[in-house]
Structure formats: C-alpha cells, structure tokens
C-alpha cells in the first residue's frame, strides 16, 4: 500500500475550519433551545450564586471580553505570526456586526430585565435591557483565544500555554453570568458565534489576503494609531468597580507596550 501523501496547507485548513463550523453549530443551537427552557433560569441562578467573595475577580475577567481590549491584545500578540494581524482585524469587524446583529434578531430579555433584582447577585452595573442573546463578550473572548491558540507555535510547552488560554476564556465567558449580566444560554449561543467569527475570518483571508498589505509601512502606521487609539479609550472608559478599571488600566499599559515596540520597528525601517 502506497504511503498517504501529507496534506497541504489548504486541506488543513479546510479541515480545521469545518471542526470549527461543526463545533460553532452545535453550540450555537444548543444555546438557542437552552434559552426556551426552564433550565435557563435554573442555571442562572445556581451558577450565579455558586461561588461568594470573589466579586473582583469576576468584575476584573469580564473587561477582558469588551470588543476593544480583545482586539488591543490581539494586535500585540499576533503581530510577530502569520496571518496573525489580518485575522484580527477580520475577526473585529465580523464580529462588530454579527453581535448587534443577532442580538436585535432575537430581542432576548436580560435577567436583571425579566427577574427580581434581588434574585440576582450583581457585580457593577450589569445591562439590565434587552437584547441579551448572544453574549457579545462571549463571542469576543472565544474568537480571540481561539486566533491565540491558532498563532501559537506547535510543540508540548504550547500545548500548555494553549490550555492556559483555553481556561482563561472560559472563565470570562462564565464571568458574564456571575455579574449578572447574561443567561447561560447567552453565554454558550456566543461561544458559537466566537468561532464562527474565526472560520469567517479565516476564509475571507484565505479568499483575500491582507498579511502582506498590512507590513507596508503606511498599514503599521495606521495600526500604531489603532493601538494608540486603544489605549487612549481604554484609559478614558467609565468603569463602575476598582476591578474594572485595574483590567482596563493593565491591557491598555500592555497596548502602550506593544505600540511602542512597533514605534521602534519603524524607526529602524526609516534608519536602514
């Protein structure tokens, strides 16, 4: 027998997209029938009063599912990997208008919205109107681990540094229960949308790259202001706790970091 011949870099991603789409569905269906059972508010409120006297750390992991922040960290985490960069951007545009998009389509009350306040343990000030299905910050935070765990280099030590980032977003997926702020079925529907995000993103660069255009020089200006930008924003943002506005404080000194790496690296450009 003939040995197999080793797939190509198309297959390969042809093939991990469909997991993706596979796994996109599945949760993005199940968080749909969640939301037309009794489960759903059964759910809510055990998860949400599972675990007292961790409020800041609940309020700290949900910044990191605000649109904004996700895409900041993305810009510098990816810049250094192929694709990286173009994905991100793909990603935050798909994602800007799938998320309002599906939340109009299905006009879901929120729990502060249709249950009594005082059933609920709220952490800040949870959005209490409706508009709830999917979860924004769910989708964000999948997409983005999910473009990290893609970007990452193969071998064991990654592997566990891809778990890292896996549990990660799984805790300020679940955050956005704990504050009050989305049902389950929000949370599990936006995961799948995450992903879906990312095999879009993935497809539409593979149909029309970017990458290339995105290292002339004029592109990494455009995205030292982005990041500048970014930065600016995340400093200027109302936050409600000390906890929100430590994790706006940190990913946006992460972004002045990775902003003035790319400074450097066009300085060095102009110089050579």
């Not at 709830?132 to 030590?157: D, Y």
């Not at 995000?197 to 995105?214: I, P």
Request: net charge positive.
């Amino acid at each position: 027998m003939p040995p197999m011949m080793p797939l190509n870099h198309d297959t390969q991603m042809r093939r991990l997209n469909l997991r993706l789409f596979i796994l996109s569905t599945c949760f993005f269906l199940g968080g749909v029938l969640l939301s037309t059972s009794v489960f759903n508010q059964v759910w809510m409120l055990s998860l949400n009063h599972l675990v007292s006297g961790v409020d800041p750390a609940w309020s700290f992991l949900t910044q990191f599912g605000e649109g904004g922040a996700a895409l900041l960290l993305l810009l510098v985490f990816t810049r250094f990997t192929r694709q990286g960069t173009a994905l991100s951007l793909k990603c935050f545009l798909i994602g800007s208008l799938a998320s309002p998009l599906l939340k109009s389509w299905f006009a879901h009350p929120r729990p502060l919205g249709v249950m009594e306040p005082g059933l609920i343990h709220t952490i800040g000030m949870p959005a209490a109107a409706a508009n709830a299905m999917p979860s924004g910050h769910s989708m964000t935070v999948v997409a983005a681990a999910t473009l990290l765990i893609l970007c990452l280099p193969s071998g064991r030590k990654f592997k566990w540094l891809s778990l890292l980032v896996a549990l990660f977003a799984c805790m300020v997926a679940l955050s956005r229960i704990m504050v009050g702020a989305h049902w389950p079925s929000d949370v599990i529907a936006g995961a799948g949308v995450g992903w879906m995000v990312v095999v879009m993103a993935r497809e539409w660069e593979w149909r029309q790259a970017w990458e290339q255009r995105l290292q002339t020089r004029w592109a990494q200006i455009c995205l030292l202001l982005t990041e500048l930008g970014l930065v600016t924003y995340l400093f200027m943002a109302t936050t409600h706790t000390h906890s929100e506005r430590l994790a706006f404080d940190l990913i946006a000194t992460v972004g002045i970091a990775g902003a003035l790496s790319r400074w450097s690296h066009l300085r060095q450009q102009s110089a050579a």
